[in-house]
């Protein structure tokens, strides 16, 4: 049986998991500065290309990688695959630090190490979250545990930066950053072979001493109707026959998502939602470290803990809409949630990359503040996710969840794509354009912009019902 201390070990690990992943990954984006001011080949004249095609091959890696270890999970215990991918992850990270200390200069040498390290790091998020959608599917509060535990991501980021700005200190070389929290990853990896649970490839979620165990036997006649697994198979083999060849019937049911309500609107909002949210996350820190404040010139010290002013920020808001989505998702609100979340952010970022302060007070005010309105709408736009899915109701159990993982998978693959584009967009205005920084907010704010209003419709629609209709826990079953 499944008790609740259970269940707060495993949540507390899977935390933990993905806290250790973004830990490590935060020193890729820390150091720009750094390698842009003396590391060749970066302090070249074309610099910023080469560090933005560093994060695209990365996040081009991971997204790929995305969809190879979600094929895994159905084959192998999820725990292997963590552990897996937090050594590979830990060593990848340990290695693009030691270029520092062998000297290594080559181009060639930091894009395999990226693109490797990508490809690890997806190992994390596919496994942890069927751990997590094991223990906690039956759960009153699924949404705020699901949406709280994106919080890690920011939670790591200021750890991350922590760990980076003392390594900076102590030993005064960029290589030691990555080796510290290659470390940390590696270290939490440990910890998971000891304690993290495999989960039973074919158990049924048991939350709670009420729940019966099914034998497969049982689970068979339940899923055929009452017959049995042996007498399932013995049906006559024309209805096989009938059947369209697999690819086919794969092409079908890629069609069939499409054209759920929905798909394609949230799919490119959720592009452009990520689009905004990598371009800073991957470029804000050297951004940081562009500025003069109250007359000093921001080290690369004083950049990580303004990243971690702006990783703060981000788990405060997406613990903010964490606890909103529990509260409203059953009025149906999501989309007119997320379009006063963006508006906020984009008020805040015209505030924040228009002021000039003199006050490093305030100024760590404002980064606050982009940290929560920027991430509150993220989180929220990955909460919705489960809004539009849970729709996905056919009578073929079989073809349910066929439609389930391809629409999961349209949805995430068209982020995945925002993600790439990010970082690769905000290196190229950097590299060839002469408005900067300031045209890269633009783009932030326009992505987030767009974002919003792609959900227009859906906004109208939730407005019209609230209006027409009691608040009831069916109104959400039509909207995004």
């Not at 949540?11 to 806290?19: E, H, N, R, V």
């Not at 302060?357 to 929220?380: A, D, K």
Request: charged share 10%; aromatic share 14%.
């Amino acid at each position: 049986m499944v008790t609740r201390s259970y269940q707060v070990q495993v949540y507390s690990l899977a935390f933990l998991t993905y806290f250790g992943f973004y830990v490590s990954r935060e020193p890729y984006s820390l150091v720009k500065m750094t390698l842009l001011k003396t590391w060749a080949p970066f302090n070249g004249h074309d610099g910023w290309l080469l560090l933005g095609i560093l994060d695209t091959a990365s996040l081009a890696a991971y997204a790929m990688g995305i969809f190879v270890v979600g094929y895994l999970c159905e084959k192998f215990d999820c725990k292997h695959l963590v552990v897996f991918g937090c050594f590979a992850a830990g060593v990848t990270t340990i290695l693009y630090g030691m270029a520092n200390f062998w000297n290594i200069h080559s181009f060639w040498y930091f894009l395999i190490i990226r693109i490797v390290n990508g490809f690890s790091e997806s190992f994390g998020y596919p496994p942890l979250i069927k751990i997590l959608d094991y223990y906690f599917c039956h759960e009153v509060a699924r949404d705020f545990i699901m949406t709280a535990f994106g919080s890690c991501k920011f939670l790591g980021i200021v750890v991350g930066c922590v760990i980076s700005s003392f390594a900076m200190t102590t030993f005064e070389t960029w290589g030691t950053c990555f080796i510290v929290c290659g470390l940390v990853i590696i270290l939490v990896g440990m910890i998971d072979i000891v304690f993290m649970p495999n989960l039973p490839p074919d158990a049924l979620p048991l939350l709670d001493e009420t729940t019966p165990i099914l034998s497969n036997k049982e689970r068979g006649e339940q899923s055929s109707g009452g017959k049995s697994e042996v007498e399932t198979m013995e049906q006559p083999l024309s209805n096989i026959s009938d059947q369209d060849p697999e690819e086919a019937n794969n092409k079908e049911t890629f069609l069939e998502a499409l054209k759920l309500p929905g798909i394609i609107e949230y799919s490119v909002h959720l592009f452009f939602v990520k689009l905004s949210v990598y371009v800073l996350y991957y470029w804000i820190p050297t951004w940081f470290e562009s500025l003069t404040i109250q007359g000093v010139k921001i080290t690369y010290v004083l950049s990580c803990w303004f990243t971690a002013v702006w990783g703060l920020g981000g788990c405060i808001g997406t613990l903010t809409i964490g606890a909103a989505v529990f509260v409203t998702k059953v009025y149906g609100l999501f989309s007119t949630a997320f379009s006063i979340s963006a508006s906020l952010f984009i008020l805040v970022l015209y505030w924040y990359s228009g002021s000039s302060t003199s006050l490093i007070l305030i100024f760590l005010l404002m980064v606050l503040c982009v940290g929560i309105t920027q991430n509150g709408p993220y989180s929220l736009a990955s909460a919705c996710m489960p809004a539009v899915i849970n729709r996905i109701q056919t009578v073929d159990t079989a073809r349910n969840d066929k439609l389930v993982g391809m629409a999961t998978g349209i949805i995430d693959g068209t982020g995945s794509i925002g993600a790439i584009f990010g970082p690769l967009s905000g290196a190229i205005i950097l590299q060839y354009t002469t408005w900067g920084w300031s045209l890269v907010f633009l783009l932030v704010a326009l992505s987030m912009f767009i974002a919003a209003s792609i959900l227009s419709r859906q906004v109208c629609m939730e407005t019209m019902k609230c209006c027409s209709e009691d608040p009831s826990p069916q109104a959400n079953e039509d909207d995004l």
